[in-house]
């Protein structure tokens, strides 16, 4: 997940636009292992209901993916969105 966030930053300082691969999997993988995480460290209840991560998601997996945070510490503002 490091390599695949700090590798977009370097991409975005340097102009260059990433194509996704099916290699992303293991970074999505470890966001849906770290869901409850994301909604506790911004103090907000874990939904009760499963989720599965889909192109088209519903209200609990669209707030989940606005606060994902996959490391320790308190939350940050995170990124810009940019229109990928």
């Known amino acids: 997940m490091e390599t695949w966030a700090h590798g977009l930053d370097i991409a975005d300082a340097l102009g260059v636009q990433l194509v996704p691969t099916d ?3 293991h970074v999505a993988g470890l966001g849906v292992r ?3 995480h994301s909604f506790a460290a911004h103090g907000l209840p874990v ?3 499963p ?3 889909e192109l088209t998601v519903g209200e ?3 707030q989940w993916l606005s606060i994902a945070q996959a490391f320790a510490g ?3 503002s ?3 969105a940019r229109g990928r």
Request: aromatic share 4%; hydrophobic share 35%.
């Open 23 to 25: 290699r992303l999997r």
């Open 34 to 36: 770290t869901r409850d």
């Open 47 to 49: 939904p009760d209901a």
């Open 51 to 53: 989720f599965r991560v």
């Open 60 to 62: 609990s997996a669209a």
């Open 74 to 76: 308190p939350p940050g």
């Open 78 to 80: 995170g990124r810009a």
